[in-house]
């Protein structure tokens, strides 16, 4: 008796729900709901397109997790959202494994070398420098390498504190690239990658996020850091000095939307169909060597024709409209040069 | 035989939990499997952590395909994780004991539930929290003036030298957070059992004669250190797994064990969070599947921990009926 009513409350509860349930979705029907996770640096900027973008596009929604590069990868992979967001584009290794995983870029970004060395106003640093730096092997800032390429500036006798990422980040990707890339030395100690294993020295900081490395250059006399061109506003007003690069041509550049756009200019003839290309220490003249394009990492294969339609949709309406400088100038990314965003459209179309 | 649903309900509803737990030990014993053989016994013992070039194609090391000069070290994060929450108990307890014999015998019947429900709230406060003051005050703090004079003061032992040319992240900072965060657990577990300790006790260590401290320390703290115990390694629980505030102000030291107070740091939990990203990029997924190895000796630590309490706890009763 007893089981028989609780069996039958049981039944009428699950009625209940299932049709709750089934007038939720009924509801959501017609709309088309997309995922985007990932690249935190990618994030403000999706933040100020999605609004536009489902104004105009009424029957999409889209919602935005910032999570970092390799979630991004590491969940567009596996299906669970519809675009990644990554600093970084899928390795070799990965695009074998997984042939139906575009690299997409949306825009262009990138990346500051920050000081803080009081009483210095400009400062010049190389590759081999910085790597020398973060490996341990130049510990003050009146070292005769670091002197010999600031003539005339006077260098404190202080121990340079180095600050990097802890957590996995797209900017320690195109950081630890530049060193790679003009130090011989760095690559084969320790290559490059979202997290690398960083060479312990004496007084430096592990930080988390691009908020947290700004937090610890201000807070640290003698540091010197790398960070996301989107806090650009934010380390000026922190009163942290930004170094001047040297670029494969020899030269010291400063990241200046000039010179951000010689280096993407730069690689526009060589970028392959599959845009998987790093625009770090580009050669030209005054092209900055730390530049990468900003990737929405999307499948191929799409459940249906809808979700397909709305993420095509989503990524065309971004390297068009989305390219507009009302909304780059507010995280300091450039937009692709046409050639780009042919390839770019040219991936776009073969998500089905 | 008469069916009772009643009973079959809680059985199954109490059944979901050693369920749950055993869910997750079987799924990193399963997930880790693969690690296991690669890293081998070495993993506990090297310091050096090393994802290896992600963005190599994958080389044969050891029978398994892997990252080019992938190296799966702990050591330093099993150091850090034990400094830092040993330290963080080091300086808790006392603060804790103080505090809940303060809020016992100190302060009258009618503030005290103001006070204590105070200590309580700082129990709630989420640990990002406390990781955000310990970033903007905290840090600095140490590396300006704590720092500096602990070095000054003692810097003749290598163990509190260095205090002058880090940025104040790093062992301490993660201590003194953590310290923070348990302290209320500590002090409130200790309380309730200070208030429970029979009136008759108290008045008859007074009656015999006893100072006020006399009838706390060798009437009160005796009946209720199982109680101390108990919070101590409630205490001990959390820090050990505690990670966002940890993450936020322990500077994330790898590759190098600890020396110092001021060294920069990492712990199991906080690691694990801080590679989980760059792990997912990894192509042969053994960077994955290490972090679940990570995961199952904090696992392994956390458990020897709460199984010493209890013998300490269950044990401690015994010891003091054989001085009788």
């Not at chain 1, 507009?324 to 390839?343: E, S």
């Not at chain 2, 080389?59 to 080019?68: A, D, E, H, S």
Request: proline share 7%; with cysteine; aromatic share 8%.
């Amino acid at each position: 008796m007893n089981i028989k009513r609780s069996l039958l409350r049981a039944g009428v509860a699950a009625i209940a729900l299932a049709g709750l349930t089934g007038l939720c979705t009924s509801a959501k029907a017609d709309t088309t709901t997309l995922v985007e996770t990932g690249s935190s640096l990618l994030y403000p900027l999706f933040n100020l397109w999605v609004p536009d973008f489902t104004a105009a596009n009424p029957g999409i929604q889209v919602s935005t997790t910032s999570t970092g590069s390799g979630a991004g990868i590491a969940q567009a992979i596996k299906g669970l959202v519809q675009i990644g967001a990554s600093d970084a584009y899928v390795s070799n290794a990965m695009a074998a494994k997984h042939p139906e995983i575009l690299s997409i870029p949306l825009a262009i970004s990138a990346q500051e070398i920050n000081y803080n060395l009081p009483g210095v106003k400009s400062l010049k640093l190389s590759g081999p420098i910085l790597a020398g730096i973060f490996m341990g092997k130049i510990t003050k800032w009146n070292d005769p390498e670091i002197a010999a390429a600031n003539p005339g500036v006077a260098l404190p006798a202080h121990t340079i504190i180095p600050i990097h990422r802890l957590d996995g980040s797209g900017d320690t990707f195109i950081f630890s690239q530049y060193l790679a890339d003009s130090t011989p030395a760095w690559k084969s100690a320790l290559g490059y990658s979202t997290a690398i294993s960083w060479p312990a020295i004496p007084g430096e900081i592990g930080a988390k996020g691009n908020a947290g490395m700004l937090q610890a250059a201000a807070a640290n006399p003698y540091s010197v850091t790398y960070i996301g061109i989107s806090y650009a506003a934010k380390v000026a007003a922190a009163g942290l000095g930004t170094a001047a690069l040297k670029d494969a041509d020899g030269e010291y550049v400063l990241p200046t939307p000039a010179n951000i756009s010689a280096a993407a200019d730069s690689v526009v003839t060589t970028t392959p169909p599959d845009e998987r290309i790093s625009m770090i220490f580009a050669a030209g003249p005054n092209a900055y060597p730390i530049v990468n394009y900003e990737y929405a990492v999307v499948s191929t294969n799409q459940p249906n024709g809808t979700v397909a339609g709305a993420i095509q949709n989503l990524l065309t309406w971004a390297i068009t409209t989305g390219n507009d400088p009302k909304y780059l100038d507010k995280v300091h990314f450039l937009p692709l040069p046409a050639a780009i965003q042919i390839l770019s459209k040219t991936q776009i179309a073969k998500i089905q | 035989m008469k069916l009772k649903p009643f009973r079959l309900t809680l059985l199954s509803l109490s059944l979901l939990i050693p369920a749950a737990l055993a869910a997750v030990i079987l799924f990193l014993l399963f997930y880790a499997g693969q690690a296991f053989g690669f890293n081998g016994f070495g993993f506990v013992s090297r310091i050096t952590w090393n994802l290896g070039d992600l963005y190599s194609d994958p080389v044969m090391t050891r029978g398994v395909l892997v990252p080019p000069g992938a190296s799966y070290g702990i050591l330093v994060f099993i150091f850090g994780t034990l400094l830092s929450s040993g330290i963080a108990i080091l300086i808790a307890v006392p603060l804790s004991v103080g505090a809940a014999i303060f809020l016992s015998e100190a302060v009258p019947a009618k503030i005290r539930p103001v006070l204590s429900m105070l200590v309580e709230l700082v129990a709630v406060v989420p640990s990002v929290v406390f990781g955000l003051w310990g970033i903007a005050v905290l840090v600095p703090f140490i590396g300006n003036i704590m720092g500096p004079a602990i070095s000054h003061a003692l810097g003749f032992i290598p163990f509190f030298a260095g205090g002058d040319s880090g940025g104040g992240y790093g062992l301490l900072a993660a201590s003194v957070v953590l310290a923070l965060m348990i302290t209320p657990i500590i002090a409130t577990t200790l309380l309730d059992a200070l208030l429970q300790v029979p009136k008759e006790n108290r008045e008859s260590a007074f009656a015999l004669g006893a100072t006020h401290f006399e009838v706390v320390s060798k009437a009160m703290m005796p009946m209720v250190r199982t109680t101390l115990i108990g919070g101590i390694v409630l205490a001990l629980g959390r820090a050990l797994g505690e990670t966002m505030a940890v993450l936020m102000v322990s500077g994330g030291g790898i590759n190098i064990l600890p020396s110092s107070l001021f060294s920069p740091i990492s712990t199991i939990a906080s690691f694990i969070v801080s590679q989980l990203d760059s792990a997912e990029g990894d192509p042969t997924n053994m960077a994955v599947r290490s972090l679940a190895e990570i995961a199952l000796v904090l696992f392994i630590i956390t458990l020897i921990t709460n199984a010493g309490a209890k013998l300490l706890t269950t044990g401690l009763p015994h010891v003091r009926h054989n001085k009788h």
